[in-house]
């Protein structure tokens, strides 16, 4: 029902779950005549029932996961309360609404056609309107019809089933085999406190930090290591490549001090290829970790290979000594203002109800 990281780092983070949703019915019309002991000619005075609410999703700041539907998942609106005599419509049900994070994608049951996508704070989409309340006999009055005995029932709310799904927004992502250095990168240039350790799949989940260069900040996460198969569910990659997506761009991270920094390079890469979804059309800039690790003329030649291989000039860095740390964020920050600028001007306005 719901999609995360199994164990204690589940209970953290959860990118996936499915809801059901179900807007409440219309009020009932009411029959009610007009009985008054000094009054000579009554007549009908039934009010007309209250609408249903509305069932809505939100995009709130301050959620990071979709924890909060992994123990809920029935969501339904308030019914609209029955009319009443002397004219008294009934009260409209209250709406209900579902509080997601910041990049939380709205999908229909079958997991494919996007019903939203939710990009900014206090955006909202309803999802299911609540049914209309019903006539009372007061609507149904004519010159030929004084007393009419009908009202209408209200309408039924729609039920049905939704998935939510969580990318992260971030601007710039990290990508690489596991133990490429991304979490101490991440740890190097933000706030941010991710696992370290030395062994594969520290990271269990995406991380984010604000990295700050000349006095601008953007966000940038960190997403789990990839390996051979990802994209078909080998390793983690797969239940996180989605996080990739918003990124403008990628900082592929090559550990100098592994075996063979270019095949590792392409694995991940075929992995970015395989997932489609326009990975790897994302700007790409690529740099060997770790070179504090390197002699000097090791780095030369692992850097021109590297290059051979890619087409591009990786740049070489280390977290731990700092060394090409700033030369990597200028370079990220100068395309994330290129990326940021083409969407400011390819922007639409945003969809306020899916549902009639």
Not at 13 to 20: R, T
Not at 221 to 230: F, K, R
Not at 301 to 309: F, G, I, V
Request: hydrophobic share 35%; proline share 4%; aromatic share 6%.
């Amino acid at each position: 029902m719901a999609r995360g990281q199994g164990g204690g780092d589940g209970v953290k983070f959860l990118d996936q779950a499915k809801v059901h949703v179900r807007s409440g019915d219309g009020g009932n019309g009411c029959v009610s005549f007009r009985r008054e002991k000094f009054l000579e000619f009554g007549g009908p005075d039934g009010g007309n029932g209250g609408r249903g609410g509305d069932v809505w999703v939100e995009a709130v700041d301050g959620l990071n996961t979709l924890i909060d539907y992994r123990y809920r998942q029935h969501f339904k609106a308030e019914r609209g309360h029955d009319g009443a005599g002397r004219d008294r419509t009934g009260r409209d049900g209250e709406d209900i609404v579902l509080k997601v994070p910041v990049g939380t994608e709205v999908l229909d049951d079958d997991q494919e056609t996007v019903i939203a996508d939710l990009t900014r704070v206090g955006e909202r989409v309803r999802l299911a309107r609540g049914g209309n309340g019903g006539f009372g006999n007061t609507h149904f009055k004519s010159s030929t019809n004084r007393a009419p005995r009908r009202a209408n029932p209200g309408q039924t709310g729609s039920e049905f089933a939704v998935w939510l799904r969580l990318k992260l927004i971030a601007d710039a992502g990290l990508v690489g085999l596991p133990n490429a250095g991304k979490s101490t990168f991440l740890a190097a240039v933000s706030a941010a406190r991710p696992k370290i350790a030395d062994y594969p799949f520290t990271t269990l989940h995406p991380n984010l930090g604000v990295a700050a260069i000349d006095g601008t900040e953007f966000v940038l996460a960190d997403i789990p290591g990839l390996i051979e198969g990802a994209h078909e569910g080998a390793g983690l990659g797969d239940r996180f490549l989605g996080h990739v997506e918003r990124c403008s761009v990628l900082l592929h991270l090559v550990d100098a001090t592994g075996e063979d920094p270019t095949a590792a390079y392409r694995t991940v890469r075929h992995e970015l290829e395989a997932y489609a979804h326009g990975l790897t059309d994302k700007p790409e800039i690529i740099a060997l970790s770790k070179i504090d690790a390197v002699a000097e003329d090791e780095r030369a030649r692992l850097r021109d290979a590297l290059a051979a291989a890619t087409g591009k000039e990786p740049l070489l860095l280390s977290s731990a000594s700092g060394e090409g740390v700033a030369t990597a964020l200028r370079a990220l920050r100068a395309t994330i203002d290129v990326g940021r600028t083409a969407r400011q001007q390819e922007a639409a306005p945003p969809k306020e109800s899916w549902r009639p």
